[in-house]
């Protein structure tokens, strides 16, 4: 019997925690932080505490409370009698916060499959951030912590790594791993072949970014597979093909940037390598030089060792760091959290506020929302800020949104929205499922499921928690 569980994607977008099981074994499609839940609970200021261990997760339902799963640290915290783990593995779509950070609470002896390129931004993430119970994927440290452990390695997880046309084998199970395009690269749809016939899982995925190619392999594989059930996401289900492409972005931006006389500001994941693509070449082309954060640096230094991307590295000539003025002179922050930043002064292209503020019409400088407070180093003058990222989708970060025009407007910078989503849209997502035929879909990663009602497969509307048999 092959049976399906869904934890978390449930008339929610993100948090995805699949468990497929099969002939007795057990694996988990993602496992990640369902946000809009989350955000029911806590917020900045008010934060699950670790001193709890999981017991916040449990009580508020962030986390599924189920046995053989979970971190015996954690658990023992909680209250709960840990137990030997019955999870084959996890098999994790994308470095995505909303499919891979709950990882962290998993037990030790789960082991992570995922492609190189998301391991290495999930390396990326971890050097820079500091640490908390919601980001511990690579490695964690048992809770209590304290200063003293920090002189003890922290406990690593184990990573299998793969790309396309690797096949997956977990005991009685085969995965076929296959990349689709995203707005992070190695992002991957999977097919999983079991005692009833293949199972297809989409992850994340979209038709309309550079690198569309790969998600017409994807449904091609899929469709050949002949499967007996799909699990698809549906975030943008509800909208039509606007012929959205990563090209007007460039185009809209570039045109932007260049009719500005003043320093120009970007915005955008630096997960998204597509994107940073984008706005490289736009200062390439203007004769601009593109300035940006040290956490940056991180992930460009990364996505440089998969060739495949052709992504500079953070000390390309064209590109400069941009030095935080709490460590300018001789003062040196000795925070833990800041020893990626520490570990990279000697790069030969630092570059100071002070430096950009002489000749501001010669950098194209990327600013995160976090590092709007830079801005009062830099003092622009009627710049222009482009923002390529989505826009507000719920109060939370309708807040935020708020309080970044605020600084725009302080300083009067001109907003400018430009941006390409990274999933398919309703009208491809729904000729991709007609494509497939897939003889029962299961839509997840939505907050409309009922729209998928006009297709032909028998639509599962998913309950969470509910079993179902394949």
Same mark, same amino acid.
């Given at each position: 019997?092959?049976?399906?569980?869904?934890?978390?994607? @449930?008339?929610?977008?993100?948090?995805?925690?699949?468990?497929?099981?099969?002939?007795?074994?057990?694996?988990?499609?993602?496992?990640?932080?369902?946000?809009?839940?989350?955000?029911?609970?806590?917020?900045?200021?008010?934060?699950?505490?670790?001193? =709890?261990?999981?017991?916040?997760?449990?009580?508020?339902?962030?986390?599924?409370?189920?046995?053989? &799963? #979970?971190?015996?640290?954690?658990? $023992?915290?909680?209250?709960?009698?840990?137990?030997?783990?019955?999870?084959?593995? @996890?098999?994790?779509?994308?470095?995505?916060?909303?499919?891979?950070? #709950?990882?962290?609470?998993?037990?030790?002896?789960?082991? /992570? #499959?995922?492609?190189? %390129?998301?391991?290495?931004?999930?390396?990326? &993430?971890?050097?820079?951030?500091?640490?908390?119970?919601?980001? $511990? /994927?690579? =490695? #964690?440290?048992?809770?209590? @912590?304290?200063?003293?452990?920090?002189? %003890?390695?922290?406990?690593?997880?184990?990573?299998?790594?793969?790309?396309?046309?690797?096949?997956?084998?977990?005991?009685?199970?085969? /995965? $076929?791993? /296959?990349? &689709?395009?995203?707005? &992070?690269?190695?992002?991957y749809g999977f097919i999983v072949h079991t005692s009833e016939g293949s199972i297809v899982y989409t992850g994340d995925l979209r038709s309309h970014g550079i690198h569309a190619e790969m998600t017409d392999e994807f449904v091609t594989k899929a469709e050949e597979a002949k499967p007996v059930a799909m699990i698809t996401e549906g975030t943008r289900i509800d909208t039509k093909n606007t012929g959205e492409s990563e090209q007007q972005v460039y185009e809209a931006s570039k045109k932007e940037i260049a009719a500005c006389n003043s320093m120009t500001f970007v915005d955008f994941n630096f997960k998204d390598v597509d994107r940073f693509t984008t706005f490289y070449r736009i200062a390439e082309a203007l004769g601009k030089t593109l300035v940006i954060s040290f956490k940056h640096a991180c992930f460009l230094e990364r996505y440089h060792r998969d060739k495949k991307l052709m992504v500079p590295d953070s000390r390309d000539d064209k590109i400069m760091l941009l030095k935080p003025k709490r460590l300018t002179g001789t003062y040196i922050n000795e925070d833990y959290s800041d020893y990626y930043i520490k570990k990279r002064l000697n790069y030969p292209n630092i570059i100071t506020a002070e430096d950009v503020k002489k000749f501001p019409n010669r950098y194209m400088i990327v600013l995160n929302f976090w590092y709007l407070n830079m801005l009062v180093d830099l003092q622009p003058k009627h710049g222009v800020y482009i923002h390529s990222l989505s826009e507000p989708f719920n109060e939370e970060m309708e807040i935020s949104y708020e309080r970044m025009r605020n600084w725009l407007n302080h300083f009067g910078l001109r907003f400018v929205q430009s941006h390409c989503s990274g999933h398919i849209n309703g009208e491809d997502l729904k000729a991709m499922v007609v494509r497939i035929k897939p003889q029962t879909l299961y839509p997840i990663h939505t907050e409309k499921p009922h729209l998928f009602n006009t297709l032909e497969p028998d639509i599962v509307p998913v309950k969470e928690g509910a079993v179902y048999t394949v």
């Amino acid at each position: 019997m092959v049976a399906l569980t869904f934890y978390g994607g @449930v008339d929610e977008i993100g948090g995805n925690k699949i468990l497929l099981e099969d002939s007795g074994t057990k694996i988990f499609l993602d496992f990640g932080m369902g946000f809009t839940r989350r955000g029911k609970f806590f917020e900045e200021f008010l934060m699950p505490r670790s001193a =709890n261990g999981m017991g916040d997760f449990l009580e508020l339902g962030l986390l599924p409370d189920i046995a053989g &799963v #979970y971190r015996e640290d954690l658990l $023992e915290h909680a209250g709960k009698k840990a137990q030997e783990p019955d999870i084959a593995g @996890v098999v994790l779509s994308h470095a995505h916060a909303d499919h891979a950070n #709950y990882i962290s609470f998993l037990h030790k002896d789960i082991p /992570i #499959y995922c492609g190189e %390129t998301c391991k290495y931004i999930l390396e990326a &993430v971890d050097e820079q951030s500091q640490r908390t119970i919601e980001n $511990e /994927i690579m =490695n #964690y440290r048992k809770r209590p @912590v304290y200063k003293c452990d920090y002189k %003890t390695p922290p406990t690593r997880r184990t990573f299998h790594t793969f790309r396309t046309g690797k096949t997956i084998t977990i005991d009685s199970l085969e /995965i $076929e791993p /296959i990349h &689709v395009d995203h707005s &992070v690269p190695g992002a991957y749809g999977f097919i999983v072949h079991t005692s009833e016939g293949s199972i297809v899982y989409t992850g994340d995925l979209r038709s309309h970014g550079i690198h569309a190619e790969m998600t017409d392999e994807f449904v091609t594989k899929a469709e050949e597979a002949k499967p007996v059930a799909m699990i698809t996401e549906g975030t943008r289900i509800d909208t039509k093909n606007t012929g959205e492409s990563e090209q007007q972005v460039y185009e809209a931006s570039k045109k932007e940037i260049a009719a500005c006389n003043s320093m120009t500001f970007v915005d955008f994941n630096f997960k998204d390598v597509d994107r940073f693509t984008t706005f490289y070449r736009i200062a390439e082309a203007l004769g601009k030089t593109l300035v940006i954060s040290f956490k940056h640096a991180c992930f460009l230094e990364r996505y440089h060792r998969d060739k495949k991307l052709m992504v500079p590295d953070s000390r390309d000539d064209k590109i400069m760091l941009l030095k935080p003025k709490r460590l300018t002179g001789t003062y040196i922050n000795e925070d833990y959290s800041d020893y990626y930043i520490k570990k990279r002064l000697n790069y030969p292209n630092i570059i100071t506020a002070e430096d950009v503020k002489k000749f501001p019409n010669r950098y194209m400088i990327v600013l995160n929302f976090w590092y709007l407070n830079m801005l009062v180093d830099l003092q622009p003058k009627h710049g222009v800020y482009i923002h390529s990222l989505s826009e507000p989708f719920n109060e939370e970060m309708e807040i935020s949104y708020e309080r970044m025009r605020n600084w725009l407007n302080h300083f009067g910078l001109r907003f400018v929205q430009s941006h390409c989503s990274g999933h398919i849209n309703g009208e491809d997502l729904k000729a991709m499922v007609v494509r497939i035929k897939p003889q029962t879909l299961y839509p997840i990663h939505t907050e409309k499921p009922h729209l998928f009602n006009t297709l032909e497969p028998d639509i599962v509307p998913v309950k969470e928690g509910a079993v179902y048999t394949v």
